[in-house]
C-alpha cells in the first residue's frame, strides 16, 4: 500500500474515483450535464428535421405530428408545467419538455388558462398581483389554492320543502275524510235503530271484556314462566361462567407450569451441554498437551538421534581419515623397503668389488638370501598392492558414504582437514624417506634388521587387515543401527499420527453422539410442545363452541324479553282500555250531551280526560259513538299486530269491510257478530296451542340444555382425564430419558476412562522406551562427545590463531563494506528523493489533468498525450540510471572475484615454493566451488585456472620428487641426533604448512561468503526497483483508467442521448 510523507496510508485510485463521482453527483452536475446534452440533441434534431424537409422520413414524421393534436385539457396542464418550468428556470427541462409535447401550438398561456377556467377578472387581478410579489408560477399558486380548499370542514344541513309534505297532507284530509264519512254513517244508523246498536254494543263489550281477561290472564302466564325461565337462565348462564372461567384458568396455570418446566429443562439442558463440553474442551486440552509433550520427547530424542548419527559419521571419517594414514605410513615402509633393498644391494655389489676374492662363498650366501628376501618382498609386495585394491575399494565406499552425507558442514571441513593431513604426512613420509636414505650408510652393519622389519611389517600387515575387517564389520554395523533407527523414527512418527487421529476420531465422534443426543431431545421437547399446542388450540376451540352456545342461548333470552316486554305493552294498553270502557258505562247515564260538528270536537284533543269529559257535555249521546270508535279502532289494530305477530300481513280490506259491517243494517250485524265469536273462538284455541307448543318446546329447549350440560360435563371430564393421562405419560417419558441419558452418560465417561488409561499407559510405555533409548544414547553419545571435545579443543587452539591473525584484516574489509553501504543508502537516499519529487510532480500534474478534463475533453487528450511522451522520458531515464547501476554491481562484482581469484593464487605459490605435494589441492578447491556456486558463474573461470595452476604445479612436484630421489642416492649418512634434528623441523614444517592451508582455506570461505552476501543484496536491490517501476506503471495506468473513467462520465449523457434519439427515429 502506497504511503505519505507522515505514514498514513494514500488514497487508491478506486476509492478517488468513487469520491470523484459521488461528490459530482451530489453537486447535480451529471443530471445538468446530461439535461444540457439532451437539449443539445434535440436542437440538433429540429435543426436536422428543418434542414431535411424533403426526406421521406422526416415529412412522415411531421405528418404524423401535425396529425396528433392535444385535447384543451391536455394543453391546459402542458401551459402550467412549461409556465412552472420557466419561472423555476428549468431552461433544459424546459427545451426538452416543449419538442416532447409537440411544440407551442400544444399549449396555452396563463391568461387563456384562467378564462378556461372560468376565472373573473378581479380573482385573476388578485393571482397576478401575488404571483408578481411572491415569484410563484400559477402552478403552485392553484395547488395552494386547492390545498387551502381541502383543508375547509364542510357540513351537510336538510330543510323540509314543501314538495315533502305534499303528499302527507293529501293522506290526512283523505283519512279525515274517510273517519266523518264513517261517522255520519253510524250516526243514522243509530237514529234508524237506537235499541239493537245499543245491544250490539253490550255484546261486543262483553267479548273485549272476555277477551282482555283471558288475554291478562295468559300475559300472567306467560310473566310467571318468562320470569322462572329467566332465573334459571341466569342461574345457568352464571354456573357455565364459571365452569368456563375454572376451566380457563386452569389450562393457563397448567400451561404456565408446563412453560415453565420446559424453560427450566431447558435451561438444565444448557447447563449440562456446558459442563460436559467444558469437561470435553479440558480433556481434549489435556490429550493436546500430552500428545504435544510426548512430541517434544520424540523431537529431543530424533535430534539426539540425529546427533548421534552424525558423532558415528564424525567417528567413521576419523576412523577412515587414520586409515588413511595408516595406508599412507605403509606406502611409505614399502618405499623405504625399496630403497632400503636397492641401497642393500649396492652397497652389497660395492663389498663385492672390494672383497670378492675373500668373501666369494659369503657373498653367494648373502646373494642367495638376498634373493629370498626379494621374492619375499615381492610376495609382500603383491600382498601391499591387493591392500592398495582394496584400500581404493574402501576409499571409493567412504566416497561414496561421503556423498550420501555431504550435506552436513563438518564432515567437509573434517575432509579438507584430512587431505590436507594426508598431504602433510606424504611431505613427512618423504621427508623421513630422505632421512632413511641418508641413514642406510648406518644400517651396512645392521643389515640382520632386515628380517625383523619384514617380520614387523608382515606383522603390520595383518593388522591393517585386520583393522580393516572390524573397520568393515562397524560400517555395517553403524549402517545398520542408522537403518534401525530411521525405522523406529518412523514407527514412532506413525505411531503419533495414529494416537492423534484416534485422538481426534475419539472426539468427534464424542461430539457427534452429543449432538445427536442434543438433538433427538430438541426434537421430543418440540414434538411434546406441537402436541400441547395442538391439545390447547382443541380445548380453545371447544371454548369457542361453549362460547358460541352462550351467545345463542344469550340471544334467546334477549329475545324471549323482547317479547315479553311486548306484551306487557299491550296488556298495558288494553288495561287502559277497559278503564276508559267503565268510565264510559257509569258516564253513559248522565244528562244529555249537545251535540256538535265532528269538525269541532276533532279541534280538541280527544286523548286528553278533561277535554274528553267537556266534549260530551257538550255532545249528548256521542260519548258512546266515539267509545266504540276507538274500541274498533283498537280491536283492528290489535288484530293487526296478531296478524303480524303469526305471519299474516294486515289487510286494509278486512278494516273497511269491518267498518261497513258495523253500519250495515241489523241483521248483518248479527251475522257479522257470530263470525266474530267464531273467530275469536278459533283465535283463543290457536293462542292455546301456541302455548302448549311453546310449552313443549320450552321443555325440549331444557332437555337440549341439560343434554349439552351432560356432553360438556362428560368432555371436560375426558379432558380431565386426558390431562392427567398425558402429565402421567410425560413424568414417565421424562423419568426414561432421563434414565437413558444417565446411563449414556455413564457408558460415555467409561469409555472414555478406558481410553484415556490405555492411551496413558501406551504414552507410559513409549516414555519409558524412549528413556532407556535415551539413557543409551546419551552414554554413547558422552563418550563421543568427550572424544570430539578433544580434537574440537586441539582444533580450536589452531583457528584461535588463525582467527587473531584473520581479525585484523577482517576489521579493514568491514571498513570497506561500511564504506560501501553508506554510499549506496546515499544513493538510495537520492534515488528516493528524486523518486518523491516526481511522485509529487506526478500528483500536481494528475490534478491539473483532472481539472483541464472537465473544463475540455479535447484539451486533456492532447494533455494526455504529452504526458505519456513525459513518462516515457522518465522511464527511458530510470532504465539508464538502473542500467549504469547494474553495470556498476557487475564491475565491482568482477573486482571482487579478481580479488578472491588473487587469494586464491598465494597459497598455490607458497606451497610451489616449498616443493611440497600438490595434488590434492584441486579437491580443496571443488570444494570452495560447491560453496561458493551461488555467488556468480564467472567464479568458474578462476577455479578454471586454480586447477590449471595445480596441475601444472603437481608436474612441477613430479619433477622435483625425481630430482629429490637422485639427490637422496647421494647423500651422506647421518647421525640420530641430526636425524632426529631434522624429523622435528620437518614436523614443524608440516604444521605449519598444515595451518597455512587451514587458513587458505578459511579465507577462501569467508571471500565466497561475503561474495555471496554481496551478489544476494545486489539481487534485492535489483528486485526492489524491478517492483518499484511496476508499482509507478500501476500507478500511472491506474490514474490513465481514471481519466477514461471520467471521459466515460461525461460521455454518459451522449449515450442516453443517442438512446433517446434512435427511440425518437424508430418512432419516427
Given at each position: 500500500?502506497?504511503?505519505?510523507?507522515?505514514?498514513?496510508?494514500?488514497?487508491?485510485?478506486?476509492?478517488?474515483?468513487?469520491?470523484?463521482?459521488?461528490?459530482i453527483?451530489?453537486?447535480?452536475?451529471?443530471?445538468?450535464?446530461?439535461?444540457?446534452?439532451r437539449?443539445?440533441?434535440?436542437?440538433?434534431?429540429q435543426?436536422?428535421?428543418?434542414?431535411?424537409?424533403?426526406?421521406?422520413?422526416?415529412?412522415?414524421?411531421?405528418?404524423?405530428q401535425?396529425a396528433?393534436?392535444s385535447?384543451?385539457?391536455?394543453?391546459?396542464?402542458?401551459?402550467?408545467?412549461?409556465?412552472?418550468l420557466?419561472?423555476?428556470?428549468?431552461?433544459?427541462?424546459?427545451?426538452v419538455?416543449?419538442?416532447?409535447?409537440?411544440?407551442?401550438?400544444?399549449q396555452?398561456?396563463?391568461?387563456?388558462?384562467?378564462?378556461i377556467?372560468?376565472?373573473?377578472?378581479?380573482?385573476?387581478?388578485?393571482?397576478?398581483?401575488e404571483?408578481?410579489?411572491?415569484?410563484?408560477?400559477?402552478?403552485?399558486?392553484?395547488?395552494?389554492?386547492?390545498?387551502?380548499?381541502?383543508?375547509?370542514?364542510?357540513?351537510?344541513?336538510?330543510?323540509?320543502?314543501?314538495?315533502?309534505?305534499?303528499?302527507?297532507?293529501?293522506?290526512?284530509?283523505?283519512?279525515?275524510?274517510?273517519?266523518?264519512?264513517?261517522?255520519?254513517a253510524e250516526?243514522?244508523?243509530?237514529?234508524l235503530?237506537?235499541?239493537?246498536?245499543l245491544?250490539?254494543?253490550?255484546?261486543?263489550?262483553?267479548?273485549?271484556?272476555?277477551?282482555?281477561?283471558?288475554?291478562?290472564?295468559?300475559?300472567e302466564l306467560?310473566?310467571?314462566?318468562s320470569?322462572?325461565v329467566?332465573?334459571?337462565?341466569?342461574?345457568?348462564r352464571?354456573?357455565?361462567?364459571?365452569?368456563?372461567?375454572?376451566?380457563?384458568?386452569?389450562?393457563?396455570?397448567?400451561?404456565?407450569?408446563?412453560?415453565?418446566?420446559?424453560?427450566?429443562?431447558?435451561?438444565?439442558?444448557?447447563?449440562?451441554?456446558?459442563?460436559?463440553?467444558?469437561?470435553?474442551?479440558t480433556?481434549?486440552f489435556?490429550?493436546?498437551?500430552s500428545?504435544?509433550?510426548?512430541?517434544?520427547?520424540l523431537?529431543?530424542?530424533e535430534?539426539?538421534?540425529?546427533?548421534?548419527?552424525?558423532?558415528?559419521?564424525?567417528?567413521?571419517?576419523?576412523?577412515?581419515?587414520?586409515?588413511?594414514?595408516w595406508?599412507?605410513?605403509?606406502?611409505?615402509?614399502?618405499?623405504?623397503?625399496?630403497?632400503?633393498?636397492?641401497?642393500?644391494?649396492?652397497e652389497?655389489e660395492?663389498?663385492?668389488?672390494?672383497e670378492?676374492q675373500?668373501?666369494?662363498?659369503?657373498i653367494?650366501?648373502?646373494?642367495?638370501?638376498?634373493?629370498d628376501?626379494?621374492?619375499?618382498?615381492?610376495?609382500?609386495?603383491?600382498?601391499?598392492?591387493t591392500?592398495?585394491?582394496?584400500?581404493v575399494?574402501?576409499?571409493?565406499?567412504?566416497?561414496?558414504?561421503?556423498?550420501?552425507?555431504?550435506?552436513?558442514?563438518?564432515?567437509?571441513?573434517?575432509?579438507?582437514?584430512?587431505a590436507?593431513?594426508?598431504?602433510?604426512?606424504?611431505?613427512?613420509?618423504?621427508e623421513k624417506?630422505?632421512?632413511?636414505?641418508?641413514?642406510?650408510?648406518?644400517?651396512?652393519?645392521?643389515?640382520?634388521?632386515?628380517n625383523?622389519?619384514?617380520?614387523?611389517?608382515?606383522?603390520?600387515?595383518?593388522?591393517?587387515?585386520?583393522?580393516?575387517?572390524?573397520?568393515?564389520?562397524?560400517?555395517?554395523?553403524?549402517?545398520?543401527?542408522?537403518?534401525?533407527?530411521?525405522v523406529?523414527?518412523?514407527?514412532?512418527?506413525?505411531?503419533?499420527?495414529?494416537?492423534k487421529?484416534?485422538?481426534?476420531?475419539?472426539?468427534?465422534?464424542?461430539?457427534?453422539?452429543?449432538?445427536?443426543i442434543?438433538?433427538?431431545?430438541?426434537?421430543?421437547?418440540?414434538?411434546?410442545?406441537?402436541?400441547?399446542?395442538?391439545?390447547?388450540?382443541?380445548?380453545?376451540s371447544?371454548?369457542?363452541e361453549?362460547?358460541?352456545?352462550?351467545?345463542?342461548?344469550?340471544?334467546?333470552?334477549?329475545d324471549?324479553?323482547v317479547?315479553?316486554?311486548?306484551?306487557?305493552?299491550?296488556?298495558?294498553?288494553?288495561?287502559?282500555?277497559?278503564?276508559?270502557?267503565?268510565?264510559?258505562?257509569?258516564?253513559k247515564?248522565?244528562?244529555?250531551?249537545?251535540?256538535?260538528?265532528?269538525?269541532?270536537?276533532?279541534s280538541?284533543?280527544?286523548?286528553e280526560?278533561?277535554?274528553?269529559?267537556?266534549?260530551?257535555?257538550q255532545?249528548?249521546?256521542?260519548?258512546?259513538?266515539?267509545?266504540?270508535?276507538?274500541?274498533?279502532?283498537?280491536?283492528?289494530?290489535?288484530?293487526?299486530e296478531?296478524?303480524?305477530?303469526?305471519?299474516?300481513?294486515?289487510d286494509?280490506?278486512?278494516?273497511?269491510?269491518?267498518q261497513a259491517?258495523?253500519?250495515?243494517?241489523?241483521?248483518?250485524?248479527?251475522?257479522e257478530?257470530?263470525?266474530?265469536?267464531?273467530?275469536?273462538?278459533?283465535?283463543?284455541?290457536r293462542?292455546?296451542?301456541?302455548?302448549?307448543?311453546?310449552?313443549?318446546?320450552?321443555?325440549?329447549?331444557?332437555?337440549?340444555?341439560?343434554?349439552?350440560?351432560?356432553?360438556?360435563a362428560?368432555?371436560?371430564?375426558?379432558?380431565?382425564?386426558?390431562?392427567?393421562?398425558?402429565?402421567?405419560?410425560?413424568?414417565?417419558?421424562?423419568?426414561?430419558?432421563e434414565?437413558?441419558?444417565?446411563?449414556?452418560?455413564?457408558?460415555?465417561?467409561?469409555?472414555l476412562?478406558?481410553?484415556?488409561?490405555?492411551?496413558?499407559?501406551?504414552?507410559?510405555?513409549?516414555q519409558?522406551?524412549?528413556?532407556e533409548?535415551?539413557?543409551?544414547?546419551?552414554?554413547?553419545?558422552?563418550?563421543?562427545?568427550?572424544?570430539?571435545?578433544?580434537?574440537?579443543?586441539?582444533?580450536?587452539?589452531?583457528?584461535?590463531?588463525?582467527?587473531?591473525?584473520k581479525?585484523?584484516q577482517?576489521?579493514?574489509?568491514?571498513?570497506?563494506a561500511?564504506?560501501?553501504?553508506?554510499?549506496?543508502?546515499?544513493?538510495?537516499?537520492?534515488?528516493?528523493?528524486?523518486?518523491?519529487?516526481?511522485?509529487?510532480?506526478e500528483?500536481?500534474r494528475?490534478?491539473?489533468?483532472?481539472?483541464r478534463?472537465?473544463?475540455?475533453?479535447?484539451?486533456?487528450?492532447?494533455?494526455?498525450?504529452?504526458?505519456?511522451?513525459?513518462?516515457?522520458?522518465?522511464?527511458?531515464?530510470?532504465?539508464?540510471?538502473?542500467?549504469a547501476?547494474?553495470?556498476?554491481?557487475?564491475?565491482?562484482?568482477?573486482?571482487?572475484?579478481?580479488?578472491?581469484?588473487d587469494?586464491?593464487?598465494?597459497?598455490?605459490?607458497?606451497?610451489?615454493?616449498?616443493?611440497s605435494?600438490v595434488e590434492?589441492?584441486?579437491?580443496?578447491d571443488?570444494?570452495?566451488?560447491?560453496?561458493?556456486?551461488?555467488v556468480?558463474?564467472?567464479?568458474?573461470?578462476?577455479?578454471?585456472?586454480v586447477?590449471?595452476?595445480?596441475?601444472?604445479?603437481?608436474?612441477?612436484?613430479?619433477?622435483?620428487?625425481s630430482d629429490?630421489?637422485?639427490?637422496?642416492?647421494n647423500?651422506?649418512?647421518?647421525?640420530?641426533?641430526?636425524?632426529?634434528?631434522?624429523?622435528?623441523?620437518?614436523?614443524?614444517?608440516?604444521?605449519?604448512?598444515?595451518?597455512?592451508?587451514?587458513?587458505?582455506?578459511?579465507?577462501?570461505?569467508?571471500l565466497?561468503?561475503?561474495a555471496?552476501?554481496?551478489?544476494?543484496q545486489?539481487e534485492?536491490?535489483?528486485?526492489?526497483?524491478?517492483?518499484?517501476?511496476?508499482?509507478e506503471e500501476?500507478q500511472?495506468?491506474?490514474?490513465?483508467?481514471?481519466?477514461?473513467?471520467?471521459q466515460?462520465?461525461e460521455?454518459?449523457?451522449g449515450?442516453?442521448?443517442?438512446?433517446?434519439?434512435a427511440?425518437?427515429?424508430?418512432?419516427f
Open positions: 500500500m502506497a504511503l505519505d510523507e507522515d505514514g498514513k496510508p494514500l488514497m487508491s485510485l478506486e476509492e478517488m474515483k468513487e469520491g470523484m463521482f459521488q461528490s453527483r451530489d453537486n447535480g452536475t451529471v443530471e445538468l450535464i446530461r439535461a444540457q446534452l437539449r443539445q440533441f434535440i436542437e440538433k434534431l435543426q436536422h428535421r428543418l434542414n431535411d424537409d424533403r426526406d421521406d422520413e422526416n415529412n412522415a414524421g411531421r405528418a404524423n401535425d396528433v393534436s385535447t384543451p385539457d391536455e394543453k391546459l396542464v402542458h401551459g402550467l408545467v412549461a409556465e412552472y420557466a419561472s423555476k428556470g428549468l431552461e433544459n427541462t424546459l427545451a419538455f416543449i419538442p416532447e409535447i409537440g411544440g407551442s401550438r400544444n396555452v398561456d396563463s391568461t387563456t388558462i384562467l378564462e377556467l372560468h376565472v373573473n377578472s378581479s380573482i385573476q387581478n388578485k393571482l397576478k398581483m404571483r408578481v410579489s411572491t415569484g410563484h408560477s400559477l402552478l403552485f399558486v392553484l395547488v395552494k389554492e386547492l390545498v387551502r380548499r381541502f383543508q375547509l370542514a364542510t357540513m351537510d344541513s336538510g330543510t323540509q320543502t314543501a314538495m315533502d309534505c305534499f303528499d302527507h297532507r293529501i293522506v290526512l284530509e283523505n283519512e279525515l275524510r274517510r273517519v266523518e264519512n264513517s261517522y255520519l250516526c243514522a244508523a243509530q237514529k235503530d237506537p235499541e239493537k246498536s245491544e250490539e254494543r253490550m255484546v261486543q263489550y262483553q267479548r273485549e271484556y272476555d277477551r282482555i281477561c283471558e288475554k291478562r290472564l295468559q300475559e306467560e310473566q310467571y314462566k320470569t322462572e329467566a332465573l334459571v337462565r341466569a342461574e345457568e352464571k354456573r357455565f361462567n364459571r365452569e368456563v372461567d375454572n376451566l380457563r384458568a386452569s389450562l393457563l396455570q397448567e400451561y404456565r407450569n408446563k412453560q415453565e418446566r420446559l424453560q427450566e429443562h431447558e435451561r438444565e439442558l444448557e447447563l449440562a451441554f456446558v459442563a460436559r463440553r467444558t469437561e470435553l474442551e480433556s481434549l489435556e490429550t493436546r498437551q500428545l504435544f509433550k510426548d512430541l517434544e520427547r523431537r529431543v530424542k535430534a539426539e538421534l540425529q546427533v548421534k548419527v552424525e558423532s558415528d559419521i564424525r567417528h567413521f571419517a576419523s576412523e577412515t581419515q587414520r586409515f588413511q594414514l595406508e599412507e605410513s605403509v606406502r611409505t615402509q614399502e618405499a623405504n623397503l625399496e630403497g632400503i633393498v636397492g641401497q642393500a644391494m649396492r652389497k660395492r663389498a663385492w668389488n672390494i670378492r675373500q668373501a666369494l662363498a659369503d653367494q650366501t648373502k646373494q642367495d638370501d638376498l634373493a628376501r626379494e621374492r619375499t618382498l615381492a610376495a609382500e609386495t603383491g600382498t601391499v598392492k591392500l592398495k585394491t582394496q584400500v575399494t574402501l576409499q571409493q565406499e567412504v566416497a561414496a558414504l561421503e556423498a550420501a552425507l555431504s550435506k552436513s558442514g563438518d564432515e567437509l571441513r573434517i575432509a579438507q582437514s584430512s590436507l593431513q594426508l598431504n602433510k604426512d606424504r611431505q613427512r613420509l618423504e624417506v630422505a632421512e632413511l636414505e641418508t641413514q642406510l650408510g648406518e644400517q651396512n652393519t645392521n643389515f640382520v634388521d632386515v625383523t622389519t619384514n617380520a614387523r611389517l608382515v606383522a603390520e600387515k595383518s593388522l591393517v587387515n585386520d583393522d580393516l575387517l572390524r573397520y568393515k564389520q562397524k560400517n555395517t554395523e553403524i549402517k545398520e543401527q542408522l537403518k534401525l533407527i530411521t523406529e523414527v518412523k514407527s514412532l512418527q506413525q505411531q503419533i499420527l495414529d494416537m487421529l484416534n485422538e481426534a476420531n475419539a472426539i468427534v465422534a464424542e461430539r457427534k453422539k452429543f449432538m445427536q442434543m438433538e433427538e431431545e430438541r426434537e421430543r421437547s418440540r414434538w411434546k410442545e406441537s402436541e400441547l399446542l395442538v391439545k390447547l388450540r382443541e380445548m380453545q371447544r371454548l369457542a361453549s362460547e358460541a352456545l352462550a351467545e345463542k342461548y344469550q340471544s334467546q333470552y334477549e324471549e324479553r317479547h315479553v316486554e311486548a306484551l306487557r305493552h299491550d296488556v298495558s294498553s288494553l288495561n287502559s282500555l277497559l278503564t276508559q270502557a267503565q268510565a264510559t258505562i257509569n258516564a247515564h248522565g244528562p244529555s250531551r249537545q251535540t256538535g260538528s265532528f269538525r269541532a270536537q276533532r280538541s284533543d280527544s286523548y280526560t278533561p277535554h274528553f269529559a267537556a266534549s260530551d257535555h255532545m249528548p249521546g256521542g260519548s258512546e259513538r266515539t267509545f266504540m270508535m276507538k274500541m274498533m279502532e283498537m280491536m283492528a289494530n290489535f288484530q293487526q296478531r296478524a303480524g305477530n303469526t305471519g299474516v300481513t294486515p286494509i280490506s278486512h278494516t273497511h269491510t269491518f259491517a258495523t253500519i250495515s243494517p241489523t241483521p248483518q250485524l248479527h251475522s257478530e257470530q263470525e266474530e265469536a267464531k273467530r275469536l273462538k278459533g283465535d283463543q284455541e293462542i292455546e296451542r301456541e302455548l302448549t307448543e311453546q310449552r313443549e318446546y320450552e321443555k325440549k329447549q331444557q332437555a337440549r340444555k341439560e343434554e349439552q350440560e351432560r356432553e360438556l362428560e368432555q371436560h371430564r375426558e379432558f380431565e382425564e386426558k390431562l392427567a393421562r398425558m402429565r402421567r405419560d410425560r413424568i414417565e417419558e421424562e423419568e426414561r430419558m434414565e437413558l441419558r444417565k446411563r449414556n452418560r455413564a457408558e460415555e465417561e467409561a469409555k476412562q478406558e481410553d484415556l488409561a490405555r492411551q496413558r499407559a501406551e504414552a507410559a510405555e513409549l519409558q522406551k524412549l528413556v533409548q535415551h539413557l543409551a544414547d546419551e552414554k554413547q553419545r558422552l563418550e563421543e562427545e568427550q572424544a570430539f571435545k578433544e580434537r574440537r579443543l586441539a582444533e580450536e587452539q589452531k583457528l584461535n590463531r588463525e582467527i587473531e591473525a581479525r585484523s577482517q576489521q579493514i574489509e568491514d571498513e570497506l561500511a564504506k560501501q553501504r553508506e554510499e549506496r543508502e546515499a544513493e538510495d537516499e537520492r534515488l528516493r528523493l528524486v523518486r518523491k519529487a516526481q511522485d509529487e510532480q500528483r500536481i494528475l490534478e491539473q489533468e483532472q481539472a478534463a472537465l473544463q475540455a475533453a479535447m484539451q486533456k487528450q492532447e494533455e494526455d498525450r504529452r504526458q505519456e511522451e513525459l513518462r516515457l522520458a522518465e522511464e527511458r531515464i530510470l532504465k539508464d540510471a538502473v542500467e547501476s547494474d553495470t556498476e554491481a557487475i564491475e565491482e562484482a568482477s573486482w571482487k572475484e579478481s580479488s578472491i581469484e587469494e586464491d593464487e598465494e597459497p598455490n605459490d607458497n606451497e610451489e615454493k616449498s616443493g605435494d590434492e589441492i584441486p579437491p580443496n571443488n570444494v570452495a566451488e560447491d560453496t561458493t556456486s551461488d556468480h558463474s564467472d567464479n568458474e573461470a578462476a577455479e578454471e585456472s586447477a590449471s595452476a595445480g596441475s601444472h604445479n603437481g608436474a612441477q612436484g613430479d619433477d622435483a620428487a629429490i630421489s637422485t639427490i637422496i642416492e647423500m651422506p649418512a647421518k647421525t640420530p641426533e641430526e636425524e632426529e634434528q631434522e624429523r622435528q623441523k620437518a614436523a614443524e614444517e608440516a604444521k605449519k604448512k598444515e595451518d597455512e592451508n587451514v587458513i587458505d582455506v578459511y579465507r577462501q570461505r569467508v565466497a561468503r561475503k555471496a552476501e554481496k551478489q544476494r545486489q534485492l536491490e535489483a528486485e526492489n526497483e524491478r517492483k518499484a517501476k511496476e508499482e500501476r500511472r495506468a491506474q490514474l490513465l483508467d481514471a481519466s477514461g473513467s471520467d466515460e462520465l460521455l454518459s449523457g449515450s442516453f442521448a443517442e438512446s433517446s434519439a427511440s425518437n427515429s424508430d418512432s
